[in-house]
């Protein structure tokens, strides 16, 4: 071929438009679990002007145009809970999507607790043996904070098998193990968690406009980013590799535990917990995937301080309301667990250690304020030496006895939560709000009862359950307090014995009757 002929050839591939294949966007891929009998928003990217045309094998099909920006969406009716299926992507491409199943979808979210994989939990090599279950898909979004919303997300969908299960959240695994079997349909669940997170970088910027606790955050990290050089970091991050590696061999070579890996300092507008990082780059790009409802494990990174935990059901609340714009659904269905016991069990009613104890009423505060809500109690599972407590399947147990009752109207039990309290001559009575056949205590009287007169001064006290109006009530007194004005159960970061239970086996909610200001920080 001559020389003009080759300049030819290469003019016209250089003015010729660069084709852009039909791409869906990442969570529709093989194995994946759409959300049954709706009209399930679909999208991904094309040529702009491109039409694209979406068939379900179940017999339903629709089609579009792509925009200006190549990116197109449409709403496909979905089937009954079954499959598999498949789904078919049409433009000047095709793109097939294999093993899809109809069911309900459920997003996770959170810090570490609800990040911890079922490896790390509790019986895990038999649980990971015995967890062939297909009807359970997995789409875990690696983490990604950016201050720009990503387009996409990192992820792929599992199917539930010892080979795979490992590495699913031990909460969202255990909690879709429970749904699965009473609700005999596909359960996907989406895990987008991050480990030593705040709950503002899981909101919009629309949330976190007046939130004081963000601005703090942002100003922080604005400040240090001003100064941050990325060549500085990387230079500074060798001369900690090579010490390091001096210091793990020297502890190789003593028996000793080797020292952690240091990590490389990192723009600090890139930072996990920059307000409104992970949702820009883990929520809005899967937003708006049908789902069933959202799953919550967070806030202890929120709980160390008592002003920021008092706080913390504001942030909540603001979070729902986030997340059921983004869904077009006023009445989402959002599950939460409340923080688990940790740290030394309490001896002093008294004793002001008041963080956890304060970001464990701001979840009942939102669960008794903010409808279509639900949370699992763990007051007696966490673990005094260790923030990551293993037992994951109870937290799921009880997560999917809540959603199971108040999400599918069945029959299940929920956790005792104090509604009420009267004061009779020199005794309290406390009044709980529950689904079951009544209150008992685990063991032979009720303790972690703490009672005050008008001077705040807290004594142990007696408790019993009694019947008032065919419910039971708990009935507080201390010969100490002739004239009583508050009851506490359980406000502790780890209660030294609290044992009120519902008689179906779960615990009631830790709570005050009073309001008294603790001098805030």
Request: net charge neutral.
């Amino acid at each position: 071929m001559n020389r003009s002929k080759w300049i030819f050839i290469l003019a016209i591939a250089i003015s010729s438009p660069v084709r852009a294949d039909v791409t869906p966007a990442r969570i529709f891929s093989d194995h994946m679990v759409i959300q049954r009998e709706t009209l399930a928003p679909i999208w991904g990217q094309a040529d702009s002007g491109e039409t694209v045309t979406v068939t379900g094998s179940w017999g339903k099909s629709e089609r579009t145009t792509t925009g200006d920006g190549g990116r197109w969406e449409l709403k496909l009716q979905t089937p009954p809970a079954g499959g598999p299926f498949t789904l078919t992507f049409e433009g000047k491409n095709t793109v097939e999507r294999k093993d899809i199943l109809a069911g309900d979808v459920w997003l996770c979210s959170g810090q570490s607790n609800m990040a911890m994989q079922v490896l790390k939990c509790a019986d895990a090599e038999k649980e990971i043996q015995k967890a062939d279950h297909p009807q359970i898909r997995d789409f875990k979004i690696r983490i990604h904070p950016t201050m720009e919303v990503a387009q996409d997300v990192e992820a792929d969908w599992q199917v539930c098998q010892p080979a795979t299960v490992s590495a699913f959240s031990g909460t969202a695994y255990y909690t879709a193990r429970e749904l699965q079997k009473e609700l005999e349909i596909p359960i996907g669940i989406i895990t987008a968690a991050g480990g030593g997170t705040l709950i503002e970088s899981w909101m919009k910027a629309k949330y976190l406009k007046d939130d004081p606790w963000a601005a703090i955050e942002m100003e922080v990290r604005d400040r240090r980013a001003k100064s941050y050089s990325e060549e500085k970091a990387i230079e500074e991050h060798k001369q900690k590799l090579l010490a390091w590696r001096v210091a793990a061999q020297k502890a190789e070579a003593a028996n000793r535990p080797i020292p952690r890996r240091p990590g490389r300092e990192l723009d600090p507008h890139k930072n996990k917990n920059y307000p409104g990082n992970l949702y820009r780059g883990m929520i809005a790009p899967i937003v708006p995937y049908a789902i069933r409802g959202a799953i919550w494990y967070q806030g202890e990174s929120n709980a160390f301080m008592p002003g920021r935990a008092e706080y913390y059901s504001t942030q909540l609340k603001r979070l729902i309301e986030n997340w059921r714009e983004d869904w077009k659904s006023e009445s989402l269905p959002f599950y939460f667990v409340q923080l688990p016991n940790f740290k030394a069990p309490q001896t002093d009613p008294n004793e002001e250690i008041i963080g956890w104890p304060l970001c464990r009423e701001s979840f009942t505060q939102v669960l008794r304020s903010t409808p279509n809500t639900g949370m699992a109690v763990t007051i007696d599972i966490g673990e005094a030496d260790d923030i990551h407590p293993k037992n994951k399947q109870d937290v799921g147990r009880r997560l999917a006895s809540s959603i199971l009752r108040k999400t599918y109207g069945l029959e299940m039990p929920t956790s005792p939560v104090c509604t009420a309290s009267e004061i009779e001559d020199d005794k309290v009575v406390l009044f709980f709000d529950y689904a079951g056949s009544g209150l008992m205590a685990k063991g032979d009287k009720l303790e972690s009862f703490a009672i005050a007169g008008a001077d705040k001064n807290f004594v142990w006290a007696d408790a019993s359950i009694e019947k008032r109006d065919g419910r039971d009530v708990v009935v507080v007194c201390s010969p100490q307090v002739k004239k009583p004005v508050a009851v506490r159960y359980a406000w502790a970061w780890n209660p030294s014995r609290c044992n009120l239970y519902s008689k179906e086996g779960l615990p009631a909610s830790p709570f005050r009757t009073d309001r008294w200001e603790f001098g805030l920080k």
